[in-house]
């Protein structure tokens, strides 16, 4: 029995539009029409201008800054689609706020991730897709399907074009012990060899001290991460490969371009040749400053939506 509704419809919120627009042009169909809008004391209203009765749809919406109000926004949306009889709800989450709340760090800490998942099963979804989740598990909160896409396949593909035969000779690197495993299996479809910024501190209040784990000496190395939020870590690993490791040259990608506070002003005196974003989040105003590349994730998220309307599976886009 096939589950889905009579037909695809896809709303957005103003979160991310243009990777909307994107998505409704790759899959031959008109953006739906629909209004987002705030009152005068910061309410959130949504109206829709076109039945959904019946329809599988999909609403594309980005939990990034201001990361509260989109927030609200996709789950007023899922409420009105609910509220319409839409036969099947999706939220397409491409970049998932929160989910760096994955755990107790320490005493009394919440866990809020698990309430934004709660939040958005109350809200009345049915399905959420995703892309390169902070933490894998976070799959695990949710009571409904989540496919997590990644974003591993459009590097692999940008790098494989950019360096050719070349990009067998560099290295990837991880900034940390914590995106390992992710870069590890970067590196295997590139062939390329895996090495890791290793930091440490002393003492209490003494700096932070790098060790690279791995060969990177006279290499082109590519620093491969799951988000860039104040780029401190990737500054400092690139700094690290180069004066530490004897790197030749540093590019960087990550999946989640977050870009807050001084992240455009440290990339920009950073060793960093380029960063290669995706476009989960909406391009920063001043990326050329900071030589960021912006990829776009529109035609992986079109075909996972066309797969998930026609019951197909997704796991090709994984490949």
Do not use: W
């Not at 995703?130 to 409904?144: E, N, V, Y």
Request: charged residues 25%; proline residues 4%; neutral net charge.
């Amino acid at each position: 029995m096939i589950s889905h509704g009579k037909d695809i419809k896809v709303f957005t919120g103003n979160a991310n539009p243009r990777l909307a627009a994107d998505i409704c042009k790759i899959i031959g169909i008109k953006l739906g029409e629909n209004e987002v809008k705030g009152f005068a004391d910061g309410e959130v209203s949504c109206s829709l201008y076109e039945t959904v009765r019946g329809s599988d749809v999909f609403l594309v919406q980005s939990t990034c800054k201001p990361v509260n109000d989109n927030l609200m926004e996709l789950l007023i949306m899922i409420d009105a689609c609910r509220r319409a009889s839409a036969g099947r709800i999706t939220a397409v989450v491409p970049y998932f706020g929160y989910a760096r709340q994955d755990r107790k760090a320490k005493s009394r800490d919440p866990i809020s991730a698990k309430l934004v998942a709660n939040m958005i099963v109350a809200a009345g979804a049915d399905r959420v897709l995703t892309m390169d989740l902070h933490a894998s598990q976070i799959q695990g909160f949710f009571d409904i399907p989540v496919d997590n896409l990644l974003g591993n396949p459009i590097f692999v593909d940008y790098y494989a074009k950019k360096f050719g035969e070349r990009a067998e000779e560099m290295v990837v690197v991880s900034p940390d012990v914590g995106s390992v495993a992710r870069s590890r299996a970067f590196a295997q479809k590139l062939h390329m060899n895996l090495a890791i910024v290793d930091k440490r501190r002393p003492k209490a209040n003494m700096s932070e001290v790098m060790h690279v784990i791995g060969d990177v000496e006279g290499k082109d190395c590519i620093l491969f991460d799951d988000m860039v939020d104040t780029a401190g870590s990737l500054c400092g690993a690139a700094k690290a490969i180069i004066e530490v490791g004897g790197a030749k040259k540093v590019y960087a990608c990550a999946s989640h371009g977050v870009l807050s506070g001084p992240a455009i002003d440290r990339l920009e005196a950073s060793k960093i040749e380029e960063l290669a974003l995706l476009d989960t989040i909406p391009a920063h105003p001043e990326a050329a400053r900071a030589r960021i590349k912006y990829l776009t994730v529109a035609p992986m998220f079109a075909e996972a939506i066309e797969r998930t309307y026609q019951e197909i599976s997704i796991a090709k886009l994984f490949n």
